[in-house]
């Protein structure tokens, strides 16, 4: 069922709550294509693979976690970027993207599908020191484990085998965890007194860190910890909305 991409965009724009992030991107519409949406295509990050895929698939939108206009980077248009918006306007297909918002979404955001994914019983949010809600979260695993047993939960649920720096506990029952590249966020979960954190990325300075205040870190992959958030989205506007939705995984070892 098509629906007016105005409207498709300010639905999403409520959900998501994206007036109360300072965000890094813009949220929202990014590039505007045909005023009609029959099929949305999702995906982690708005790269080539991910239009071509959308091409192929007759997409009238593209739905995404990463998109594009970051802050501070090089705004000319040439090379890479001048090739992916090409792509999006020759097609007249819309670029949609939700940054901040949808990882910190309480139901379909990234955070809280990770949590679900690893069976973890969220019991709680903790401060950032930045104010948004949502993006630091603890909770409790099912059953109390080895750090290296978390570890290989980890590798089980998300298929691929995360960097795990070792702390001091003998057992990991509560933790805390924020996907992507969320490191920095070490020290607030520490100090709160967590067993373990778990994020996408490492930073070289984090391995002294997670050393210094005992806790298990997990760096499970950037793309591998926010594959969830864009497909349960897609599958709420599937079910809300009666337009056409697909997930395509395009690989990411980082």
């Not at 955001?109 to 069976?119: E, F, H, K, P």
């Not at 950032?128 to 080895?146: K, V, Y």
């Not at 795990?164 to 003998?170: C, E, L, M």
């Amino acid at each position: 069922m098509p629906m007016p991409l105005s409207e498709l965009t300010t639905y999403l724009d409520r959900l998501l709550d994206v007036g109360r992030f300072d965000d890094y991107a813009p949220n929202g519409l990014q590039v505007e294509g045909r005023p009609e949406v029959h099929r949305i295509l999702g995906g982690v990050s708005a790269s080539e693979a991910l239009i071509e895929q959308a091409l192929a698939w007759e997409a009238d939108a593209i739905l995404v976690h990463h998109g594009w206009f970051w802050r501070n980077e090089d705004p000319r248009v040439r090379g890479v970027k001048r090739r992916r918006l090409r792509a999006l306007l020759c097609a007249d297909i819309s670029l949609l993207a939700y940054h901040l918002p949808l990882d910190a979404h309480a139901e379909l955001g990234n955070n809280a599908q990770l949590a679900r994914v690893l069976g973890i019983e969220i019991t709680g949010e903790l401060a950032t020191g930045r104010g948004e809600r949502g993006l630091l979260l603890r909770g409790r695993l099912p059953a109390a484990m080895s750090g290296a047993e978390l570890g290989r939960h980890l590798a089980q649920r998300l298929a691929r085998e995360p960097l795990h720096v070792a702390g001091d506990r003998a057992l990991v029952r509560e933790v805390a965890w924020c996907t992507g590249a969320a490191q920095e966020y070490l020290e607030p979960a520490a100090a709160a007194g967590v067993d373990a954190y778990i994020t996408g990325e490492a930073s070289e300075r984090t391995t002294h860190l997670a050393r210094e205040t005992g806790v298990h870190f997990y760096a499970a992959g950037h793309h591998a910890t926010e594959r969830y958030g864009v497909r349960a989205l897609l599958e709420h506007l599937g079910v809300q909305l009666g337009v056409e939705t697909r997930f395509v995984d395009i690989d990411n070892p980082v």
